[in-house]
């Protein structure tokens, strides 16, 4: 079974400052990888997936994040947060072999301030 | 498209009572999710179905907790009889096979509070 660890439980960011949130999973075989977010009071939304060809996946709202195969990682990064970035981002994965559910991350709380 | 669809959104009971939480999924996804989220617990998977079938029920908590999935475009979480630790935000999400396998679009949840 795989599994998901998110380093972070909170990060307080000032507006402009540039953010990397930690993902690393545990799974023998080859896998899928998202990245969730949850603005306050609201439902688990898309941020970006990555299932396979380049790495370096771009998604919505200036958002990006690496899969580096080596390191089971899938950090999520942003170069400059805005004071609407503030909510909650989940990492999620599933295998790719037959179909299986996804396994999120325990989530990270960003705030960002103005 | 109109979305995962939840009701209520909102759910206030006492404790003892029977409750029951709705979701419609986006048509012609053929799978099912039902997740529990608290602050101590996180994002918990309680259940999916495929193709209308229970496939893995393992994270269903407790006897108390049932679902159904009559037909593809329906399913309900019920919770008999309701306890105060039920106390949660229920989510709903439903995926396709076909396509962006494993994808999950989520409805927007059902805030259920036992008194």
């Known amino acids: 079974a795989q599994s998901v660890s998110q380093h972070n439980h909170h990060v307080i960011l000032s507006e402009a400052a540039s953010l990397e949130l930690g993902c690393n999973y545990s799974?023998?075989?080859?896998?899928?990888l998202f990245w969730y977010v949850q603005y306050p009071g609201q439902h688990l939304q898309l941020l970006l997936k990555?299932?396979?060809?380049?790495?370096l996946v771009k998604g919505i709202k200036g958002f990006e994040a690496e899969f580096i195969k080596s390191k089971f990682s899938f950090n999520l990064r942003k170069p400059s947060v805005q004071w609407s970035d503030t909510a909650e981002y989940f990492c999620a994965v599933n295998a790719k072999s037959g179909y299986s559910t996804l396994t999120f991350g325990k989530g990270t709380m960003l705030l960002v301030s103005p | 498209d109109a979305g995962v669809i939840q009701s209520p959104r909102h759910e206030v009971t006492e404790m003892g009572q029977e409750v029951t939480l709705r979701c419609k999924p986006i048509?012609?996804?053929?799978?099912l999710f039902w997740y529990r989220q608290t602050m101590m617990r996180g994002l918990e998977l309680l259940i999916y179905f495929n193709n209308n079938v229970p496939i893995d029920d393992s994270g269903m908590p407790e006897d108390r907790f049932s679902a159904k999935m009559p037909n593809a475009s329906f399913s309900t979480l019920k919770i008999q009889p309701s306890e105060p630790r039920d106390s949660a935000v229920y989510f709903c999400?439903?995926?396709?096979?076909?396509?962006?396998?494993?994808?999950?679009?989520f409805g927007p949840g059902t805030r259920l509070t036992v008194t």
């Open positions: 990555y299932f396979s060809g380049d790495p």
């Open positions: 999400a439903s995926s396709t096979t076909s396509g962006s396998p494993h994808e999950q679009y």
């Open positions: 048509s012609g996804h053929n799978s």
């Open positions: 799974y023998g075989g080859t896998v899928n």
